[in-house]
Nanobody, 125 residues
Framework: QMQLVESGGGLVQPGGSLRLSCAAS????????MAWFRQAPGKEREFVAA????????DYAVSVKGRFTVSKDRAKNTMSLQMNGLNPDDTAVYFC??????????????????WGQGTQVTVSS
């Protein structure tokens, strides 16, 4: 079993930055494709960013590309999401997920079978 715990969410003004962390236990993050998804009130969960097992490949939703950066830290067994240039449309609960399916399915939330509990990100002035 793998447990995931997100942290780092909060309230930030438009244009600000936050760094989310997803701490993994029970399994090595380098054995999993991992991703960030988010869900705003009344909306479906949407893909944000993904990172391959060894961290060599990353993928981003168009809406966050150039502003967000996903990374893994093998020593800490964590995945992080650096979010810059935040705007109110980024307001959501952010979830991290992990899966062993192939990289080609990384944007599909239903292939992830380990999830964290989520962390709230609110962008408001």
């Amino acid at each position: 079993q793998m447990q995931l715990v997100e942290s780092g969410g909060g309230l930030v003004q438009p244009g600000g930055s936050l760094r989310l962390s997803c701490a993994a236990s029970g399994r090595d993050v380098t054995n999993y494709v991992m991703a960030w998804f988010r869900q705003a009130p009344g909306k479906e969960r949407e893909f944000v960013a993904a990172i391959s097992r060894n961290g060599g490949s990353t993928d981003y939703a168009v809406s966050v590309k150039g502003r967000f950066t996903v990374s893994k830290d093998r020593a800490k067994n964590t995945m992080s999401l650096q979010m810059n240039g935040l705007n109110p449309d980024d307001t959501a609960v952010y979830f991290c997920g992990a899966t062993t399916v192939v990289w080609g399915s990384r944007r599909q939330s239903d292939v992830y079978y380990y999830w964290g509990q989520g962390t709230q990100v609110t962008v408001s002035s």
